[in-house]
């Protein structure tokens, strides 16, 4: 277990971080050793407190610059609070853009953590363990050990534990746990979801029909490929190209075959001459209708996509905007080929279908135990009690670069 002194909280509570520190080695006295031989098993205060370190900023701005790392004390839970000790929280493209101010979804704002001014804890989706709970809680069927996801955006997630009131989150039921590990709890309620919904939800695709999606190597559009495979949905992938190194290009592509997708081709491709001739060999001469495209891209890559779309009542859903480009959709498809141009946002979704988005979860959670859904290539970010601060925020840093081989995923330790 990890070295982590906790603090007899009464008094830690109402600190700073700076002065915290150097009042609990007071506090901590009869122990007497220096840091580095204090004991490496994780002590519980007899005082119930939990110590905690979250990756917070205190206003919006480019992570690197507004992220730093906090230390705080967690009361005793009571009523219906539970204490959560973080297991695995992605980092996801939505985190970056919510640091940024330029989400619409804004984080907590808060000075609960034990700050003069207000701070707000990064991330949004994650799993965590219930490690102590009050009694409004076990009354509703929590119990320690318990696995939970959030009910939605703006809890905070890239922390090692936090305070959380029943209704700020939900259950992983044992029997819906069983057999998935933690990666797979905390990235399963954002892109798979998003991915499902789409595909469900704006067309009912037949078996045998196609879908086209950008981003086609992302969380979300992985997700989509295996999903659709499973439902017998053919799948048309658009990645970015691989500027002079067509091995990595391929080892993408053939990635993306390995988990069910049919066709694998670069943005350059799409927007080539030949495209439509290509179209129509994939879909039988155009017999097999193209009536969905997903797309998280936007520009000129996304307008090509949709000029693949059959006419007649497809639908265009767009659900990121990862090139920074506005979408342009030329008259003549709304006009003569009668596409339909939609938005989706997963977030709004499960606000007003949440026994839905339970079932959802459910059903990948089941998918996965059954081996039908692969993970997604992650960069597992270790975060133990003693990692810097520095060493966080710069994997936080690498995720805002594109042509990335796994989403970075913190992994918690010993916290
Ligand atoms: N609306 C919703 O409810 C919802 C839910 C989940 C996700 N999303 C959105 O879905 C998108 C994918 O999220 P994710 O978590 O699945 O992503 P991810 O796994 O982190 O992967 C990022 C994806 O974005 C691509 N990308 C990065 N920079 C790009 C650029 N400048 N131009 C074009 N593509 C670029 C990457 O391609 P390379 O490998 O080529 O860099 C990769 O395919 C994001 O826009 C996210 O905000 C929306």
Not at 210 to 232: E, H, T, Y
Request: glycine share 10%.
């Amino acid at each position: 277990m990890a070295s982590k002194a906790l603090s007899p909280a009464p008094i830690a509570s109402l600190l700073s971080h700076t002065t915290r520190t150097s009042s609990l080695r007071c506090l901590r006295q009869p122990a007497l050793r220096p840091p580095s031989s204090l004991p490496q098993r994780r002590q519980i205060s007899a005082y119930g407190y939990e110590q905690a370190k979250a990756l917070t900023f205190p206003s919006y701005g480019e992570p690197p610059s507004v992220l730093s790392l906090h230390t705080h004390s967690i009361s005793p839970p009571h009523g219906d609070l539970l204490t959560l000790r973080f297991l695995a929280s992605p980092i996801n493209p939505a985190d970056i853009n919510q640091i940024q101010g330029v989400y619409l979804s804004k984080p907590t704002w808060t000075t609960s953590l034990g700050t003069k001014d207000e701070i707000a804890v990064a991330g949004n989706e994650g799993v965590a363990e219930v490690i102590a709970l009050g009694e409004g809680a076990k009354k509703d069927g929590w119990k320690r050990g318990d696995w939970c996801l959030m009910k939605g955006p703006g809890f905070g997630t890239w922390r090692t534990h936090a305070s959380a009131s029943t209704d700020q989150i939900v259950k992983l039921e044992e029997g819906v746990r069983e057999g998935i590990t933690a990666i797979q709890a905390g990235t399963v309620s954002i892109n798979p979801c998003t991915a499902y919904r789409m595909l469900k939800d704006f067309v009912e695709l037949k078996e045998g029909e196609w879908f086209v999606q950008n981003g086609a190597n992302s969380g979300v559009g992985r997700a989509a490929i295996q999903l659709g495979k499973a439902w017998g949905l053919k799948s048309i992938n658009i990645i970015r190209a691989r500027e002079n190194d067509k091995e990595k290009e391929d080892a993408l592509k053939q990635s993306l075959y390995d988990v069910g997708a049919d066709v694998v081709i670069t943005d350059a491709e799409l927007q080539s001459q030949g495209i439509k001739d290509m179209s129509k060999e994939w879909t039988n001469g155009g017999r097999e209708k193209i009536r969905l495209a997903l797309n998280c891209v936007n520009g000129k890559a996304a307008t090509a996509m949709a000029k693949l779309l059959s006419s007649g009542g497809a639908h265009f859903v767009t659900y990121g905007a990862m090139s920074k480009q506005p979408l342009t959709i030329p008259a003549s498809m709304l006009i003569f080929k009668d596409i339909h141009f939609d938005g989706f946002w997963v977030s709004k979704w499960a606000e007003r279908n949440p026994e839905e988005k339970k079932t959802t979860v459910e059903d990948v959670l089941n998918m996965i135990r059954k081996g039908q859904f692969k993970d997604v290539p992650v960069d597992e970010i270790k975060w133990e009690w003693e990692t810097k601060g520095d060493e966080l925020i710069a994997k936080v840093k690498d995720t805002l670069e594109g042509y990335r081989e796994g989403k970075g995923v913190f992994v918690f330790g010993k916290t």
